[in-house]
């Protein structure tokens, strides 16, 4: 018989191996009936398909859960926590195989017939003594964490009772391993087994082996540890599935149903004409797969960390926002009353469903993959399209893109300003083009916005390349639109800047503004609309590196580059501008604190460029104290949006500074950039 299991034969196979499968059958009866409800919840869902890449998903799950990737991935971010988890996620699992093996085949099954101390289980046993090791540490570190640095993110927790149940899971763990190693040497020093592995249980072995102890007290002490173990693991199969821990049990699904688009930030196309309501009003409207994030939340509070409505004092936490979605879908257990509660307002409150600036940094930093964004983009289309509730702000932009295209409200007639004195880049029919320019609202109708697309244009010409622009024919992109719930005007807008594209022939377009970019590359596809984009950071690099871009000048200057959010956490473009800047003789390029995929937002997203800021501090005031911390001369971008939202933030200053706001490309222009 294995170590793992009482050792007294006549008792175990008579008495005790029917009180061994009658806990066990009692544990996951009660665990399967929760499990099939919780399943119910997440089944009864909208369709949403993602059943493809059967492969890719299975390597995903095996990177991020069984290699610990979604925690050890945020390393370099300096949180201990995430080293910590995956000491958890290792040695859970590798304790989970070993009771698999020992406790259930060898002991449940009596499948193991090979005398203790075999080759083969003394490996085993050395790498759980390991496993036990990396437990400790995670539970010692747990407990710092909670009771003496006590991050904020964990306050609301403890607020809840997590502060009064977390002893005494991390006491039940703690249970187990020290169990584990006395099981283990107490069984070899009754089995008078001799080594020195595995370590830790080869050493209590020799320890009560010398102690004097009899045999007769140590199989006593033995199997009283051994059904004690045995309860302890019961009680877990118990607790799990009807526990606020649910997240072992549902992320790893989570993480093989992601989304396997390269960009996260992807919205979902609703289908108008088909659909009876319109985005998420009730719990019933959420897809089986918003239902799974609820469920997958660890309830670390790391995307409120991250959110920058949440930092500068706004209501939104993602978190929360998951937290109470979960509870609102776990209360029609006992009432089916809660199906038809009203979602904005009675659960997520209506100024955390419109604080959000899209910036997906609470998307980048979870660790089972939650897609909060898309969640929270369903509220909002539910309010806009099936109440017309939304800040009113929106009311004009809705109406200035309605009928005029775009949302200023400046119409056709002022879609070519920009380009007066300039010469006439308008495309034609029957005309072939390499590239065809959209400039997009941002930078077609506002004034620091335009230089930089009059330098784009000059040096692809300047490179033989033939270029065009739609001009009074091109409407708004439909970012700021979609994003702010109203998905009737954005497919409005969609078919017809489509219907326009396909009039001319062109290989490439190319756009100044990264929400533009994103839009037209992996929203507009839905519709029909498969273009070859490319972002203007891109491009430059690109002819950088083929030697048509010479940066001549040389520049002393002191810069800092500000990643935008649908340049950056969206599309994964962060060193094409850096090779760009560092490129230019002089220039001396810092990186602030936050930057890359944990930049923070400018504040524009989401559509919150049309709206005030009535809570908290201004996001673009916050993000330019950030910059000032580095003394720059320069704050590089490379989007019309965070630039304006820059000036912003520096008109609203005491004191003039001096220090501009720039598009990579005046950087560029400034550095004598010319066609090599």
Same mark, same amino acid.
């Not at 101390?117 to 909670?146: H, N, P, Q």
């Not at 289309?381 to 932009?397: C, W």
């Not at 004191?655 to 005046?666: A, F, G, N, T």
């Given at each position: ?70 925690? %050890? ?6 949180? &201990? =926590?995430? !080293? ?6 290792? @040695? $859970? +699992? ?71 149940? %977390? ?6 763990? &703690? =249970?187990? !391993? ?6 283990? @040497? $107490? +069984? ?71 989304? %396997? ?7 979902? =196309? ?8 319109? @985005?998420? +009003? ?395």
């Amino acid at each position: 018989m294995t170590i793992l299991s009482p050792l007294n034969d006549t008792y175990w196979h008579i008495q005790g191996y029917y009180i061994f499968w009658m806990l066990f059958l009692v544990a996951l009866i009660i665990f399967t009936n929760r499990m099939w409800i919780l399943l119910n919840l997440i089944r009864q869902g909208k369709k949403e398909q993602r059943i493809d890449h059967i492969t890719l998903r299975l390597k995903t799950v095996l990177v991020e859960v069984l290699l610990g990737w979604c925690n %050890l991935k945020r390393i370099h971010q300096k949180k &201990l =926590s995430e !080293i910590g988890h995956s000491f958890m996620v290792l @040695g $859970f +699992g590798l304790f989970a195989v070993g009771y698999i093996i020992f406790i259930g085949f060898g002991a449940g099954f009596g499948l193991f017939t090979t005398p203790s101390g075999s080759l083969f289980e003394k490996i085993c046993f050395t790498i759980l003594d390991v496993a036990g090791i990396l437990l400790l540490i995670e539970i010692i570190w747990a407990f710092i964490k909670r009771y003496i640095l006590k991050p904020a993110r964990l306050e609301e927790s403890s607020k809840e009772g997590g502060g009064l149940l %977390l002893p005494l899971v991390l006491g039940l763990m &703690l =249970s187990l !391993i020290i169990f584990h190693y006395c099981i283990v @040497g $107490f +069984g070899y020093s009754v089995n008078d087994i001799s080594g020195s592995w595995p370590p830790i249980g080869a050493s209590i072995a020799g320890f009560l082996h010398d102690s004097g102890l009899s045999k007769t007290m140590m199989v006593k002490v033995y199997n009283t540890i051994w059904w004690a173990n045995y309860i302890v693991i019961i009680s877990f199969i118990l607790y799990a599935p009807y526990s606020k821990h649910l997240h072992p049990l549902f992320s790893p699904a989570n993480i093989f149903f992601r989304s %396997l688009n390269r960009n996260k930030g992807i919205l979902r =196309s609703a289908k108008l004409v088909e659909s009876e309501t319109f @985005g998420a +009003g009730t719990i019933k409207d959420l897809s089986w797969k918003q239902r799974l994030d609820l469920f997958a939340c660890t309830d670390c509070g790391r995307c409120q960390e991250k959110c920058p409505a949440y930092l500068t004092g706004k209501p939104l936490s993602p978190w929360k926002v998951i937290k109470y979605l979960r509870i609102n879908l776990l209360h029609q257990i006992k009432d089916k009353n809660s199906l038809n509660l009203e979602l904005v307002e009675n659960v997520v409150a209506s100024e955390e469903a419109w604080a959000c600036t899209s910036c997906l940094a609470c998307q980048e930093i979870c660790p089972v993959l939650n897609e909060h964004l898309h969640t929270i983009m369903e509220l909002r289309r539910n309010q806009v399209l099936e109440h017309a509730r939304f800040p009113t702000e929106l009311r004009k932009i809705f109406r200035n893109t309605e009928i005029y295209g775009d949302p200023l409200g400046m119409g056709k007639a002022r879609r070519l300003d920009w380009a007066r004195g300039e010469a006439d880049v308008r495309v034609k029919e029957g005309n072939s083009y390499d590239y065809l320019i959209f400039v997009g609202c941002g930078s077609a109708f506002f004034d620091r916005n335009q230089e930089p697309i009059k330098i784009l244009i000059q040096l692809l010409q300047a490179n033989g390349f033939s270029v065009g622009v739609l001009g009074k024919e091109e409407l708004c992109c439909g970012d700021p639109i979609r994003r702010a719930g109203n998905e009737f005007l954005f497919q409005e807008l969609v078919r017809k800047n489509i219907s326009h594209f396909e009039r001319f022939e062109f290989k490439n377009i190319v756009t100044a503004c990264p929400h533009c970019y994103n839009t037209l590359k992996f929203e507009y596809p839905d519709f029909g609309g498969s273009f070859e984009v490319l972002h203007h950071t891109q491009l430059l690099h690109q002819l950088f590196e083929e030697g048509r871009l010479e940066l001549k000048n040389k520049l002393n200057r002191k810069v800092v580059y500000h990643d935008p959010c649908y340049l950056g956490r969206y599309n994964g473009i962060y060193d094409s501008p850096r090779q760009l800047i560092d490129s230019i003789d002089g220039v001396e390029r810092i990186e602030m604190k936050r930057s890359r995929e944990n930049s923070f937002c400018c504040g524009g997203g989401g559509g919150r460029f049309w709206m005030e800021e009535k809570i908290g501090q201004n996001i673009n005031q916050v993000r330019l104290e950030e910059v000032l911390e580095q003394s720059p001369e320069m704050i590089i971008t490379a989007c019309p949006f965070c630039a304006s939202m820059f000036d912003d933030a520096l008109s609203l200053k005491e004191e003039k500074l001096p220090i501009r706001v720039m598009d990579i490309l005046q950087l560029i222009k400034e550095a004598g950039g010319q066609s090599a």
